[in-house]
């Protein structure tokens, strides 16, 4: 049975970012998955196979396959989709997929406990590292939109609001690492309600339970949830039809962790803009000291201080003083996203030195 679950670590670390191999994943795998579930993700590819094609493949029943299938997707295993009254299906990676929707339902069990303290142990012993060590980010940061600087050239995809307005299919989710953290039972008690879904993921989330639809203006509602519990907007590092935005705090946070827990500083791409202190008007109250999620910002002699090589530019800081001493500039040498997660997921597994999936 080991053999089964050793090919399976194998099979997660041929996505972008990676599984390396670790006695805390094999049992977090035998966890989540049942044999026949790991026989199966071993033949499933990363882009979407058609049933009866795959039925085909593994010389079984169409019927039984997708039964099989089905139960995987609504345990959050495997993507499924409806195209043309066909069936399709691929294996998730085990970021962002699988980890994420083992909690997004916010369930409490003794089996979802077991599963953080799995997944939590291996973020730690070097998963998170491996993972969000590649020169170039899975997620980036999205300012706070009132506070990007008028006079610059904003791009679309740095506005929040853009994507809720561009989208025709939205959901909103509880935090993932929050309530991870809160299994664990050192959660930081923010909001948990304000993750965000977009396009056919949404839809699937929708589906089976994980997310519930939402309007633009709760969606909107939710962002300025958000950002009054100081919480910084992440989502994937492109251009064009992101999957997810979701609100984050550096105590919980996989992705903010990077910085706050791991020590890394390219873990998660900062947005274009970097926070600056108008000393006149700084009176010294450390409201942003107390907001920025990566402790970026310090206080020496009365005033604040901005360290810019650990701010993320998320404009929080901006948005908390009361006196309107901290705006955001642009930041020199940049680089904008690319454009679609395929070119992502390409550019990550090259850096990564590993084959296409």
């Known amino acids: 049975m080991d053999e089964l679950y050793e090919k399976l670590m194998e099979r997660m670390d041929r996505f972008p970012l990676g599984a390396p191999r670790s006695p805390n994943l094999l049992e977090l795998l035998k966890t989540i998955f049942l044999p026949e579930e790991a026989e199966a993700a071993l033949r499933l590819p990363a882009a979407p196979v058609e049933l009866e094609a795959f039925a085909a493949e593994l010389g079984r029943p169409l019927d039984e396959v997708e039964r099989l299938l089905e139960g995987m997707a609504d345990h959050g295993l495997v993507f499924a989709r409806e195209r043309g009254g066909k069936k399709y299906y691929n294996l ?3 970021l962002p997929g699988i980890f994420e929707m083992q909690f997004m339902k916010a369930e409490t069990t003794p089996a979802k406990r077991r599963v953080a303290q799995l997944f939590d142990a291996y973020y730690h012993e070097g998963w998170g590292e491996e993972a969000f060590s590649s020169r170039t980010p899975m997620a980036r940061v999205l300012p706070v939109q009132e506070e990007i600087p008028r006079s610059d050239q904003v791009m679309p995809y740095e506005l929040v609001s853009n994507y809720i307005k561009k989208s025709v299919s939205m959901a909103i989710t509880n935090c993932f690492c929050r309530h991870e953290a809160e299994l664990l039972g050192r959660s930081c008690g923010a909001p948990k309600a304000v993750c965000m879904c977009f396009g056919p993921f949404a839809d699937f989330l929708v589906e089976r339970g994980f997310a519930w639809r939402a309007t633009p203006e709760e969606m909107l509602a939710a962002l300025d949830r958000a950002e009054k519990a100081g919480l910084v907007h992440v989502a994937d590092n492109i251009q064009e039809k992101i999957n997810f935005i ?19 500083s390219g873990g998660v791409a900062s947005s274009r803009y970097l926070a600056a202190v108008d000393e006149e008007l700084c009176n010294g109250c450390e409201s942003c000291l107390e907001v920025c999620q990566v402790k970026a910002v310090k206080a020496e002699d009365g005033q604040a201080r901005v360290d810019a090589a650990r701010c993320i530019g998320c404009g929080l800081c901006a948005s908390h003083c009361p006196s309107g001493a901290v705006s955001m500039e642009e930041r020199e040498g940049w680089s904008e996203p690319l454009p679609t997660l395929a070119e992502l997921g390409m550019t990550i597994l090259g850096e990564r030195g590993k084959p296409p999936t």
Do not use: D, E, S, V
Request: net charge positive; charged share 5%; proline share 5%.
């Open 92 to 94: 998730l990676p085990l």
């Open 246 to 264: 979701c609100n984050c705090c550096g105590c919980c946070c996989g992705f903010l962790g990077t910085i706050t827990k791991l020590g890394l």
